[in-house]
C-alpha cells in the first residue's frame, strides 16, 4: 500500500508539471493535465493534496471546476481550441474513413460536453449584472 502511494505522488507531479508547461505553451492543454494531478494527489497523500489545492496554479485552473462543476469562457476555451486543432491535425492526416468519422464525432461530443454540461461563470472579481427589473423595488 505504501508504494502504491509513491506511485500515486509521482504521477501527481508528472501531471503537474505537464500542466504547469500547458500554462506557457499554448499547445499542451493545462486542466486535464491539472485534474489527473488533483485526483492523483488526493489518492497519494492528503498534505500534498492540501498544498496543490493552496496554489495559484489550483485556484485559477481547477476550483471552480472541482466544487461546482463550472468554468469561465476562457478555461473552456482554452482547453478547447488546442485540442480541437490537434484533433483537425489527425483528422487531415488520416486516410481511413472510419477513423475521420470518429474524430468528427469525438469533436463534436467534446464540444457538445463543454457548452451544455459545464456551467459557464463570469471571470473571477466580475460580478453578474442584475437582473434589469431588480433596480425598481415594486
Do not use: H
Not at 23 to 43: E, M, W
Not at 51 to 57: G, H, P
Not at 75 to 86: F, G, R
Amino acid at each position: 500500500m505504501i508504494q502504491l502511494k509513491y506511485l500515486y505522488l509521482t504521477l501527481a507531479f508528472l501531471f503537474l508539471g505537464i500542466g504547469a508547461v500547458g500554462v506557457a505553451l499554448p499547445l499542451v492543454p493545462t486542466t486535464p493535465f491539472l485534474l489527473l494531478a488533483s485526483f492523483f494527489f488526493a489518492k497519494g497523500s492528503e498534505r500534498f493534496n492540501r498544498w496543490f489545492q493552496s496554489t495559484k496554479l489550483y485556484r485559477e485552473n481547477l476550483e471552480s471546476f472541482e466544487k461546482n462543476r463550472s468554468m469561465t469562457l476562457k478555461t473552456k476555451l482554452c482547453i478547447l481550441i488546442p485540442v480541437s486543432v490537434m484533433l483537425l491535425a489527425a483528422f487531415f492526416m488520416m486516410d481511413n474513413l472510419y477513423g475521420r468519422g470518429f474524430i468528427i464525432c469525438l469533436i463534436l461530443f467534446k464540444y457538445y460536453y463543454f457548452m451544455f454540461r459545464i456551467k459557464t461563470i463570469p471571470p473571477a472579481g466580475i460580478k453578474q449584472k442584475e437582473r434589469p427589473d431588480a433596480q425598481f423595488p415594486k
